[in-house]
C-alpha cells in the first residue's frame, strides 16, 4: 500500500525524476533491440546471399566402377534436391586454332559434355560473352590465347585424336574454381588451379570427340533454399544432407558440397556479425545504463531525504525497499515499453523490417533480452541504491553528495585503470602476432569458435580508459586548485577561487560527468570511425573488383587501342578515363595475368591503396615501375614459388601481336603487388603498358577505367553502353557493391550505421545536457541560497558554466583521447571484417562536427535553460530555506 | 514617538502577497503599511501561516508584493540590497554545502566584488567575533545544527549591514541553541548599528526585541513596544 502510494505521489508530483529514468532505460532497450534486429536481419540476408551465389549446389562424382545412371538416380531421389543433370569431364590435350593467318596451340586442357537444359538448369555456371550460349562454347582465356572466335573452327587434342568443332560462342566461367575442385579432396588440402583452357560441348559431341578416352561423369544438384535463417543453421543441415547422400551412394559417389563450403564461409561473416554487435552495441548500451544511472543519481538526496521522510513516519527498511522497487518497476516498464516501440520503429526505417528477429524465437530472445537489461538499467539506477540506503543510513545520515572525501576510489588506489589498460596493450599486441585472427573457422568443421582471450583487448581498453578518464577528472579538480581557479577566471572572474572549491568538493559528480561525456563521445567517434572505414573499404573492395566508378571490358579477339579513350572521354558524366592492358604471359608453366599499366597516371584512376602492395606505398611502387620500363610488380606467391630477389631478370612468354607466337619477354621483378584493379586475387602481374607494348608488337587495351565527375556511375555506364554499342561490357561501381563476394562487406551496413550514429547523437547529448540540467537542477536548493545571499544572474552563471565547460571541455578532450586509442584498436582487431584492410583510418569529419556541436550545444542549452530557471529562485525554494 | 526626520530603512505601504490565481488563489499578507527604522529591534510574531515570511521576504525584496509597494527609502532599490546594506538569515540550513564554513562566510562579500583575500579576512573577524572560528574550515556537513545557524548569523553580519531579517533562526534549535543565537544577532546589530527584525513564534525570543509586530491570517494586527505587548 505504502508503494502504491508512493508511486501515485511521484506521479503527481515527480513526474521528471521518473520521466529521466525511463528515457535512459528506453535507449539502452532500443539500442539492444535495433542490433538485435539488424543482427537477425543480416545474417538470415547472409544466408541469401550465400545460397545465390553458388550455381551449383552439389557436384557428386561417380566413383571408378559406379553406373552413372544410378547415381543420377539416387541423387534425385535424395531429399531436398530438387534438379540433377550429368555432366561429363575429360582431359585434353590442348587446342589448336588458326585463325589470322597463324595457328595457336594452347597447352593440356579440359573438355565438358553439357546436356540439353543445362545453362536453363544452372543459370550461373556460363556467362555469354560472344555468340551463342549453346553448342560448342569456348572459355574466354582459352579463346585469348587461340584468337578465337564465334564462328572459327578449333581442333581438340593432337594426332589421331582430334576432333574439329566449329565455336558457337565465347563463354566466361564465373565459378571455374568449383568447377573443377577435386571432389572427395582431403580437408586442409591445396585448392588446385582451377584449367586455362576449357571447352564446353553439346553430350552428344562429347560422346564423338571423348570416344574410347576417359572421362568422369559428375551429376550437378540444385537443392532446395528453403534453409535456417542462420548460416550456421543453414550450414550443418546442408553438410549433413550431403554426408547423408554419400551413405546411400554406398561409396559410388563423393559429393562437392559447394552450397556447403559457401554456407561455411558465411557463418564465419556471420560470427563477425555478432562480434560487431559485441563491440559496437554492448558498450552503447552499457554506456545508456551509466547515464541512466547518472541521471537517477542526481536526484539521489532528494531520494534520500523521501526516504528519510518515510522512515521517520515509521516506514521499515523493508518498506523503503518495496517503494524503491516499485519506482524501478514503473520507470522500467515505461522504458522498457518505450524501447521496444522505439525501436521498431527504428528497425522499421533503418533495415525495413519491424520485428525483432528473423524467427519468432529470435524475437523473443532479442525483445526479452534487451527488456531484461532495462530492467537491470533501471534497478540499478534506482533499487540498488535505495536498499543500501536503506540498509546503510539513519534518517540522520542523509547527506548531500558532497564533501572532502578526498580517499580516491578502491579501484584508483589498487591502479586498476592502469593495470586494464595495460592489460589491453598486452592483448593487443598478441592478437597482432596472431594477424588478430579472431573468428576460428577449422575448414570442414562444423563448430565455428571465437578467439574470446582477443576480445579482452578492446574490453579492457574501454574499462581502463573510463576509469582513467574518471582519475585525472578528479586529479584536476583535488590537485589543480590553483590552475583550475586561473582556468576559470575568464567565465567566473572574482568568483573563479569559490567556484573552483564548489567544483572540488562536487568532484564525484563532477568526475563522473566528465567521465560519461568522455565514454559517449569515444563511442560515437570510434563508431562513426569504424564505420566510416568500413564503408571506405567496401567502396574499395567493389573498386578493386570493379577498377573503377565505370569499367569498359573489351570483348575476347578485339583488338583496341588507348587511342579508343577520347570516344568515352566524349560522354557526358566522364572524368577520364585509363586504358589498362590486359594479356597472358606464362611464368615458367604458370599462366598468369598480366596489366601493362601508365605508371604515372594509374595511381589516381585505379585510386590505388598503399594496403594493396608490399614493400612501399601505391605511389613508391608505380614510381618505381616508372623509372625502371621492363620493371614487373609479381604477386608474394609467384615471389615465394620462384625465389625472386628485387632486380631478378624474369623471362616471360608473351603472345606476339603481329605473329601471335609466344615470344620470350625479359622483365626485372622490382616489387610485390598483392590487389590490382580487375586482377584476380591470386597470382597477377603488373608492368609497364608501353614496355609490353614494344615488346609485343601491340598496345591493345583489355579495359578502360573510367573515373565521373560526380555524375552516378550506373548513370555514366548507361551512356557509355549506349554510345559504345553492344561490343565492350560496361560495369558500373554500384552494380558491383550488390554482387561483391560472400563477405560482411556485402552486407548492406547502412541501416545499422545510421542507427547507431543516431544513438550514440542521443548518449552524447544525453551525457551532457541531460545529466548536467539534471544535476544542476538538484541543486536548486543551493543557487537559491547564493540567489537569496544577493548573487546576481552572472554570477550565478559562473557557478553554472564553470561546471558545464569543465564537464564538456575535459569529456571532449579526454573522448578524443580515448577515441583515437579504441577506434585504431577496433579496426584493427575487427581486420577479419575488412575486405581488404584498411591502410589507414577514415575520419567522418562531418559527423565528429555535428557531434562536437551536438554535444556542446547539449551542455550549453542545459547550462541555459538552468540559468534562466534559477535567475528568479522559486518562491518555494525561498520559503524552504 | 520617532523622529520624524530620520529616513526609513524599509517602507511598505499597502504591500499585499497573494500565491496563485482564481479560486485557488491564497492570500498569504493583506494589504500593509509599515516602516523599519535605523536602530529598530523588531519581533514578528504570530501562528504558523500567519505571513511572517511573507513579510519578511518583501521586506529583503527576495520577493515582491502582488499589490502595493515596498521601498528602501535609506538603501536604494531593490537590486542594491543583497549582498550589502541587507543580510538575510534563514530559518533552515542555509548555508551552501559545497563551501567551507570560512568560505560560506565569505561568500556574501565575494559576491559584492571584495578581493579574495579581503573577503575571507572579514569572514574570519566575524567568524571570531561568533567564537567560531575553529569552524572556519569546517564543511556545513561536518558541524551541528545549532552551529550552522550561528554560522549563518556570521555571513550576515560579515558584510556590515544595515538591516538584518532573521526568518525564525532559532526554529530548529534547543532552548540553549536559541538563546546564543538570539544573543549573537542582537550584538551584531549592535556592533553593526543595524536595524533587527526577527520573525518567531517564540516569546522567549521575541521577549528579547524592542518591538512585537503581531499577525494573524495574513493581517498586521498589532504594533506595539515590547512592554505593551507582553505586559498582559
Redesign the interface.
Known amino acids: 500500500m505504502v508503494a502504491l502510494s508512493w508511486i501515485r505521489g511521484l506521479l503527481a508530483h515527480r513526474r521528471r525524476r521518473l520521466v529521466s529514468t525511463a528515457l535512459g532505460v528506453a535507449v539502452g532497450v532500443a539500442l539492444l533491440a535495433s542490433i538485435g534486429t539488424f543482427l537477425s536481419a543480416t545474417t538470415s540476408q547472409m544466408t541469401g546471399r550465400a545460397i545465390g551465389q553458388v550455381p551449383v549446389d552439389w557436384q557428386v562424382e561417380a566413383q571408378p566402377g559406379a553406373h552413372p545412371a544410378a547415381v543420377l538416380a539416387t541423387t534425385r531421389r535424395h531429399a531436398g534436391v530438387v534438379r540433377a543433370l550429368p555432366v561429363s569431364f575429360a582431359r585434353i590435350g590442348g587446342l589448336s586454332a588458326a585463325t589470322g593467318g597463324s595457328t595457336q596451340q594452347t597447352g593440356p586442357g579440359r573438355m565438358l559434355g553439357l546436356p540439353d537444359g543445362y545453362s536453363a538448369a544452372f543459370p550461373g555456371v556460363i556467362r555469354v560473352l560472344a555468340g551463342s550460349g549453346t553448342g560448342v562454347l569456348l572459355y574466354q582465356q582459352t579463346a585469348a590465347n587461340l584468337h578465337a572466335r564465334p564462328g572459327d573452327v578449333v581442333t581438340i587434342g593432337t594426332g589421331r585424336t582430334a576432333a574439329r568443332v566449329k565455336v558457337d560462342g565465347i563463354v566466361d566461367l564465373p565459378d571455374i574454381d568449383s568447377m573443377f575442385q577435386q571432389v572427395g579432396a582431403p580437408v586442409g588440402a591445396q585448392p588446385q588451379a582451377p584449367p586455362d583452357n576449357v571447352v564446353l560441348l553439346p553430350q552428344p559431341t562429347f560422346d564423338r570427340v571423348a570416344a574410347g578416352g576417359s572421362f568422369v561423369t559428375q551429376i550437378h544438384a540444385g537443392l532446395s533454399h528453403a534453409l535456417p535463417g542462420s548460416p550456421g543453421a543453414a550450414y550443418t543441415q546442408v553438410s549433413g544432407s550431403a554426408r547423408n547422400l554419400e551413405t546411400q551412394l554406398a561409396g559410388g559417389g563423393l559429393v562437392g558440397d559447394d552450397l556447403g563450403t559457401t554456407l561455411d564461409a558465411a557463418r564465419h561473416d556471420a560470427l563477425y556479425a555478432q562480434l560487431l554487435f559485441l563491440f559496437l552495441g554492448v558498450p552503447g548500451a552499457i554506456l545508456a545504463g551509466l547515464i541512466t544511472r547518472s541521471i537517477a543519481a542526481a536526484g539521489r538526496d532528494r531520494r534520500r531525504r523521501d526516504a528519510a521522510l518515510l522512515r521517520t513516519r515509521g516506514a521499515s527498511t523493508h518498506q523503503l525497499v518495496r517503494v524503491a522497487l516499485a519506482e524501478t518497476a514503473v520507470s522500467a516498464g515505461a522504458g522498457i515499453a518505450l524501447g521496444l516501440a522505439a525501436a521498431l520503429a527504428a528497425g522499421a526505417s533503418a533495415f525495413g523490417t519491424a520485428s525483432f528477429g528473423a524467427s519468432t524465437s529470435a524475437a523473443l530472445l532479442w525483445s526479452g533480452g534487451a527488456a531484461l537489461a532495462g530492467l537491470l538499467i533501471a534497478a540499478g539506477s534506482i533499487a540498488l541504491p535505495a536498499w543500501r540506503d536503506a540498509r546503510s543510513l539513519t534518517v540522520a545520515g542523509q547527506?548531500?553528495e558532497?564533501?572532502?572525501r578526498d580517499r580516491a576510489p578502491w579501484w584508483a588506489r589498487y591502479g586498476l585503470d592502469v593495470a586494464a589498460l595495460a592489460g589491453s596493450a598486452l592483448v593487443f599486441w598478441q592478437a597482432s602476432r596472431n594477424g588478430y585472427n579472431l573468428v576460428l573457422v577449422p575448414e570442414g568443421i562444423p563448430q565455428v569458435s571465437v578467439n574470446w582471450y582477443a576480445l579482452l583487448a578492446p574490453v579492457l581498453g574501454w574499462i581502463g580508459a573510463g576509469l582513467l578518464a574518471y582519475r585525472l577528472a578528479d586529479l584536476l579538480l583535488v590537485r589543480g586548485r590553483t590552475t583550475l581557479t586561473r582556468a576559470l577566471r575568464p567565465i567566473a572572474g572574482?568568483?573563479s577561487?569559490?567556484v573552483a572549491?564548489?567544483?572540488?568538493?562536487?568532484r564525484r559528480l563532477l568526475a563522473t560527468a566528465v567521465t560519461l561525456v568522455a565514454l559517449t563521445c569515444a563511442f560515437g567517434a570510434s563508431t562513426a570511425v569504424f564505420n566510416a572505414t568500413y564503408a571506405q573499404q567496401a567502396e574499395a573492395d567493389a573498386r578493386l573488383t570493379n577498377g573503377a566508378d565505370v569499367t569498359v571490358t573489351q570483348s575476347p579477339g578485339v583488338s583496341v587501342g588507348p587511342s579508343a579513350a577520347a570516344r568515352m572521354q566524349r560522354v557526358a558524366g566522364v572524368r577520364g578515363v585509363e586504358p589498362l592492358q590486359h594479356r597472358f604471359a606464362y611464368v615458367g608453366a604458370d599462366l598468369q595475368d598480366l596489366y601493362g599499366v601508365r605508371p604515372s597516371t594509374i595511381g589516381a584512376a585505379g585510386k590505388l591503396q598503399d594496403g594493396w602492395f608490399q614493400g612501399g606505398s601505391a605511389s613508391q611502387l608505380m614510381g618505381r615501375l616508372g623509372a625502371h620500363p621492363d620493371g614487373i610488380l609479381v604477386s608474394a606467391e609467384t615471389v615465394q614459388d620462384f625465389q625472386l630477389v628485387e632486380g631478378d631478370l624474369i623471362r616471360l612468354r608473351l603472345q606476339d601481336g603481329r605473329t601471335r607466337h609466344y615470344t620470350t619477354v625479359p622483365f626485372h621483378y622490382i616489387g610485390v603487388a598483392k590487389e590490382f584493379p580487375t586482377a584476380p586475387r591470386d597470382s597477377f602481374l603488373v608492368a609497364n603498358a608501353g614496355y609490353v607494348a614494344a615488346a609485343t608488337g601491340s598496345d591493345a587495351v583489355g579495359s578502360f577505367l573510367v573515373q565521373t565527375d560526380g555524375t552516378s556511375p550506373a548513370t555514366v555506364a548507361q551512356r557509355l553502353r549506349r554510345s559504345l554499342g553492344a561490343g565492350p561490357q560496361v560495369t558500373d561501381i554500384v552494380g558491383q557493391r550488390k554482387v561483391v563476394g560472400s563477405n560482411l562487406t556485402a552486407v548492406e551496413l547502412s541501416g545499422l550505421t545510421r542507427l547507431e550514429l543516431g544513438f550514440a547523437l542521443v548518449l552524447a547529448v544525453s551525457a551532457s545536457g541531460l545529466a548536467l540540467a539534471l544535476g544542476l537542477g538538484e541543486r536548486r536548493r543551493?543557487f537559491a541560497?547564493?540567489s537569496?545571499?544577493?548573487?546576481?544572474t552572472r554570477?550565478l552563471g559562473a557557478f553554472v558554466w564553470g561546471e558545464s565547460v569543465y564537464v564538456t571541455l575535459g569529456g571532449l578532450l579526454l573522448g578524443t583521447a580515448i577515441a583515437v586509442g579504441i577506434s585504431e584498436m577496433l579496426v584493427k582487431v575487427l581486420t577479419g571484417v575488412f575486405d581488404p584492410p584498411p591502410d589507414v583510418l577514415t575520419i567522418p569529419w562531418a559527423y565528429l562536427g555535428g557531434l562536437l556541436v551536438l554535444t556542446t550545444g547539449a551542455a550549453g542549452a542545459a547550462g541555459a535553460i538552468t540559468l534562466r530557471a534559477l535567475r528568479r529562485?522559486a518562491?518555494e525554494e525561498?520559503?524552504?530555506? | 514617538m520617532r523622529a520624524p526626520d530620520r529616513t526609513a530603512l524599509v517602507r511598505c505601504d499597502g504591500a499585499a502577497r497573494t500565491?496563485g490565481s482564481g479560486p485557488t488563489a491564497t492570500v498569504a499578507l493583506q494589504p500593509t503599511d509599515c516602516r523599519i527604522e535605523p536602530g529598530d529591534r523588531v519581533a514578528l510574531t504570530g501562528p504558523s501561516g500567519s505571513g511572517k515570511?511573507t513579510l519578511l521576504?518583501l521586506m529583503?525584496g527576495?520577493?515582491e508584493p502582488t499589490v502595493g509597494t515596498v521601498s528602501w527609502p535609506a538603501l536604494g532599490t531593490r537590486p542594491d540590497?543583497?549582498?550589502?546594506p541587507v543580510a538575510?538569515v534563514?530559518?533552515?540550513p542555509?548555508?551552501?554545502?559545497?563551501?567551507?564554513v570560512a568560505?560560506n562566510v565569505?561568500?556574501?562579500l565575494?559576491?559584492?566584488?571584495?578581493?579574495?583575500g579581503a573577503a575571507h579576512d572579514a569572514a574570519r573577524a566575524a567568524l571570531a567575533r561568533l567564537g567560531l572560528v575553529e569552524l572556519a574550515d569546517k564543511?556545513p556537513?561536518?558541524i551541528s545544527g545549532g552551529q550552522a545557524q550561528r554560522v549563518a548569523v556570521a555571513?550576515a553580519l560579515a558584510g556590515s549591514p544595515r538591516l538584518i531579517l532573521a526568518?525564525e533562526p532559532t526554529g530548529q534549535l534547543d532552548h540553549v541553541n536559541a538563546g546564543a543565537v538570539v544573543d549573537v544577532l542582537l550584538a551584531a546589530a549592535a556592533h553593526a548599528g543595524a536595524a533587527l527584525v526577527v520573525s518567531t513564534h517564540d516569546p522567549a525570543v521575541a521577549l528579547r526585541l524592542a518591538d512585537v509586530w503581531e499577525l494573524h491570517g495574513g493581517r498586521l494586527t498589532t504594533v506595539r513596544p515590547q512592554e505593551d505587548a507582553w505586559s498582559r
Do not use: C, K, N, Y
Open positions: 547527506r548531500a558532497v564533501g572532502r572574482e568568483l577561487a569559490t572549491a564548489t567544483m572540488r568538493r562536487q543551493t541560497i547564493a537569496a545571499l544577493g548573487a546576481r554570477q529562485p518562491i525561498l520559503r524552504e530555506l | 500565491f515570511s521576504h529583503a527576495l520577493d540590497l543583497r549582498p550589502g538575510v534563514f530559518q533552515g542555509s548555508l551552501l554545502p559545497p563551501l567551507t568560505e565569505a561568500l556574501p565575494v559576491l559584492a566584488g571584495a578581493a579574495d564543511l556537513e561536518e555571513r526568518d
